[in-house]
């Protein structure tokens, strides 16, 4: 399903779907990776904490695109080390809704990232948290399973495919 959306871009797939659904601009890319797509693995973790993005890398299969709400904590809940496991286990991007680290890292090893910015300080791995469940992230909702479409303009999520598919077909 996901090959049908073609080379669109995050902005061509926003104009189907009526200017609705694209990440704040604050969500932006940590380096200038390439186009993704993929459905979307959530997790949501408690401000200052990465337990849940640990344990979403454990269950991600290949093609997710993982999608992190970190409350708004300034302690980086992603960088080299779960970008290693995120690759090893196919995952296609990462989106949080807070700061990661280790951009240098991130951009050698092709992962793309996108984030409200950098900041070096880490985090504790205590909990709770959630993952699988509907989060906000950069002012929308994300559902497990959403298709997830981002590039160098943003971050953009879709749950009703077979619509936004069709207008695409008219834009073409």
């Not at 694209?22 to 797509?37: F, K, L, N, Q, S």
């Not at 979307?40 to 337990?51: K, R, S």
């Not at 997710?64 to 690759?87: H, I, K, M």
Request: contains cysteine; charged residues 20%; negative net charge.
């Amino acid at each position: 399903m996901l090959a049908a959306f073609g080379e669109a871009s995050a902005a061509q797939v926003g104009d189907c779907m009526s200017r609705l659904g694209a990440m704040d601009a604050g969500i932006r890319p940590v380096w200038p990776g390439p186009r993704v797509i993929g459905a979307a693995l959530t997790a949501w973790c408690h401000a200052g904490d990465n337990l849940m993005v640990h344990k979403a890398l454990s269950l991600a299969v290949p093609g997710d695109v993982l999608v992190v709400n970190t409350q708004g904590s300034g302690n980086s809940g992603f960088g080299e080390l779960l970008a290693t496991s995120a690759v090893k286990a196919g995952v296609r991007a990462v989106v949080v809704d807070g700061t990661v680290r280790d951009a240098e890292a991130l951009a050698a090893m092709g992962l793309p990232v996108y984030a409200r910015g950098l900041c070096p300080n880490g985090c504790n791995k205590d909990g709770p948290g959630e993952v699988g469940t509907i989060i906000a992230c950069g002012g929308v909702a994300v559902r497990p399973g959403d298709v997830v479409i981002a590039d160098r303009d943003g971050v953009l999520v879709r749950p009703e495919i077979d619509e936004t598919l069709r207008k695409l077909k008219v834009i073409e």
